[in-house]
């Protein structure tokens, strides 16, 4: 069982950063891909990131490839989602989520964290 708990959502101007993290316990968190998905009000969550367990290898959705960098610290079990230049499309809750697979797809990811509200406004 792995334990997830996201941090760092924040309303902000459009054009501002933010770095949201994502903290486990429960095991070790090497042994996990990590994702990072969003979910904006009447729409589907999405894809937003994704890392490998190591953190070599990482992978993002078209929309926020050039502003958005995830990465990780196995030895805080921590890991990050540094978002700059944000837009109000930006605005969803965004969940940070593991998996011992590989995909882009919510039900890839085995655990879950419960979000945290990013808002942008214009």
């Known amino acids: 069982q792995v334990q997830l708990v996201e941090s760092g959502g924040a309303l902000v101007q459009a054009g501002a950063s933010l770095r949201l993290s994502c903290a486990a316990s429960?095991?070790?968190?090497?042994?996990?891909?990590m994702g990072w998905f969003r979910q904006a009000p009447g729409k589907e969550r999405e894809f937003v990131a994704r890392?490998?367990?190591?953190?070599?290898?990482?992978y993002y959705a078209d929309f926020v490839k050039g502003r958005f960098t995830i990465s990780r610290d196995n030895s805080k079990i921590t890991v990050y989602l540094q978002m700059n230049r944000l837009n109000p499309e930006d605005t969803a809750v965004y969940y940070c989520?593991?998996?011992?697979?590989?995909?882009?797809?919510?039900?890839?990811?085995?655990?879950w964290g419960q979000g945290t509200q990013v808002t942008v406004s214009s």
């Open positions: 890392i490998s367990e190591s953190g070599v290898l990482v």
């Open positions: 429960g095991r070790t968190l090497s042994n996990y891909v």
């Open positions: 989520a593991a998996t011992t697979a590989r995909g882009t797809r919510s039900s890839d990811y085995a655990y």
